[in-house]
């Protein structure tokens, strides 16, 4: 599955729009971890326990997306974006969406390279 964030596929054409995608998932942390989180938002820097909670909401709503547009028959996402909102404190929704689209190479040129929406985002699949 390609994803990428720009409208275009360079090396591919667009054969098909199938329509928008989406994956949502709603995460929070957990007590234990909002009390090691706040032991390192006393002492600044990263607040790591955060991080990990966001990359994995991140991931997990990508994955989704990409199961969406597989059901309903894509091999590509193009224009694919994250949201993110605070539902309540400690809970945040991610959305990740896009267009779904049956790509294929232009001119028997095969495989392109492609800019990917971004290193957590298992370019490849």
Do not use: C
Not at 38 to 50: K, L
């Amino acid at each position: 599955m390609l994803v990428v964030t720009t409208n275009e596929i360079q090396g591919y054409r667009i054969v098909r729009h199938l329509g928008l995608v989406r994956g949502l998932t709603v995460r929070s942390r957990s007590v234990v971890g909002n009390l090691g989180a706040a032991v390192q938002i006393f002492f600044g820097g990263n607040i790591s326990v955060y991080t990990k909670l966001a990359e994995h909401a991140r991931q997990e709503a990508f994955d989704l997306l990409v199961e969406h547009a597989q059901s309903m028959g894509a091999n590509a996402v193009v224009a694919m974006r994250y949201d993110a909102n605070e539902i309540a404190a400690a809970v945040t929704e991610v959305l990740a969406y896009g267009s779904a689209v049956v790509v294929e190479p232009v001119g028997g040129s095969g495989s392109a390279t492609t800019e990917t929406a971004g290193p957590w985002t298992g370019a490849g699949r």
